[in-house]
C-alpha cells in the first residue's frame, strides 16, 4: 500500500475521516477533525441520533449544538447509517461502546460487529484506527483477523492501529484538541499514519512502538483513578469511625508541594470508564495466569460505597427517632460528576433502588435530568422535583450525591430537618454553622 501518498492526502485535507459510534467519544472527535479542516463522513446505528446531526443537533450537552451544526452546514460533516459508504473513507475510526457483562467480563462485541460490518467494505489503502477502551491485545488478535476475512493483508493493503480516547466530560482545562493523544499502530507504517492524521485534530500526538501499549496506557490510566479513588474512599470509612474528617485530612495533605494527588471520597464510581475499564485489564491478566489484585480490590471498595452511604443515612435518621421505611428522602444528582447531563453508572441510581428497597419514598432533584432515563439497569420511573428550599424543606433527609453548582445556591439547605453529603459540598456554604441545614452529616 502506498503510505506516502495517503499521508499526503491527510495533509493536504483532501482525506475522508470516517467516524463510527458517534457518542461521547465520537463528536468530539468530529467536531476536531472538522476544526482541523478534514471533511468527516460520520457512522451510527442508531437512526435517531443521525437524523438529530442532520438536523444540526448535538444530543450531548457538553459537545456543543453550535459547533455541530457549523460542521454539518459548511459540508464538513454528514452522518449516515448506511455503511456501504465506509468505501469511500480514506481513514475509519471506532468509537463504539465496550461495556462489562453481567458477569463483569468485558464484551468487546461491539467492536467485532463493527470489524464485519467494515471487513465487508474493506478496499487496500484504508486506515483503520480502533479507539474504544479494551484490553491489550484486541487491536492485533481480534480486529486484526476479523479484518482479514476481506481478504486483504494488514501491512500490505491496510493499515491498523489503536488510538485511546481521553475524554473527560464537563472539564474546562482541557479539551479533546489540547489533550495530547497516544497512538500506537500494529506496524510502523500504522502508527506513522494514524500519527499523521491526529495531528489535524490534536496539538500534541504521542507514537508509541505497538498497539498493545496505547491500549495499555489507557488502562493504566483508568486503573491509577480507580485504586486512589478506592484508597480515599476506604480511608473515609476509617476515619469516620475516629471521628476525623477525611475532607479537610485531604486539604492539609495537598499542602505538601511533591509526592501527593488528592483524590477526594465519594458516593462510588461513575462514568463510561473508570468502574468498567480496569476490569478489562484483570480479565485479560487471567489469561497469563496473573491476578491484578489491586484491580479487584478497587472494584470491591468502590463498589460498596452506594451501601456505605445508605447505611449512613439510616444511622442519621434513626437519631431521629426514623426509620428509612416511610421516611421521605431526596437525592441530589442523577448525573455520575457535577455540571455534565451524564449519568451513566451513576452511583445515584444504586443508593435510590436501596433506599427504596428498604421503604423509603425517595424523589431526585437534577436540573440536568429533567426525567429520569430508562437505562439497561434501571427504570426509576421519576421526574426531578424543583430544586428549591420549599421543597427540600419537605423531606426527612436529602442525600448530596451530585456536587451540581446550582445545589450551591445560598439558602438551599436552610432548615432541612437532615442533610447526608458524600461530597462535602454543604458544610463549605456555612463556615459558622448558621443559615444551614438543622443536621449535617457526612458520608
Ligand atoms: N465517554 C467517555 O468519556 C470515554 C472516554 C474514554 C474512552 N471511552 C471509550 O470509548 C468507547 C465509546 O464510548 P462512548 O462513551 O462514546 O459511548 P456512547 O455510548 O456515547 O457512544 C457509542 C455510539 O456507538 C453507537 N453504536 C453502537 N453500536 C454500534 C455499531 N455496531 N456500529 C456503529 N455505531 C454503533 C451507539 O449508537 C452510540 O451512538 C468505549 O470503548 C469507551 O470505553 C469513553
Redesign the pocket.
Known sequence: MDVTALVRRIESKQALVGI????????PLVREFAAGGLTILG????PA?VAALHRGESY?QHIGADRVAAAVKTGRFAATTD?DRLRECDAIAI????PLGPHREPDNS?IH??GR?IAKRLRPGQLVIL????YPGTTDEELRPILETSGLACGRDFLLAFS??????GRKDFDTRSTPKVVGGVDAASTEVAAALYAAAVDKVVPVSSARVAESC?LLENVFRSVNIALVNELKTVFDRMGIDVWEVIEAAKTKPFGFMPFYPGPGLG???IP??PFYLSWKAAEYGQWARFIELAGEVNSQMPRWVVAKVASALNEDAKPLKGSRILVLGLAYKANID?D?ESPSYEIIELLRDAGALVDYCDPFFPTARKTRKHDLGLKTVPCDNATFRRFDAVVVSTAHDVFRTPGLFAGVPLVVDTRNLVAPLHPGGDGGPRRLVKA
Open positions: 463510527i459510534g458517534l457518542g461521547y467519544v465520537g463528536l457512522f451510527d446505528v442508531d441520533k450531548i455503511f468509537c463504539v461502546p465496550t461491539f460487529a463493527t460490518e479507539e474504544s477502551t479494551t485511546p480516547e481521553r475524554e473527560d466530560p489507557k462514568g463510561h470508564c468498567l475499564d451524564d451513566r
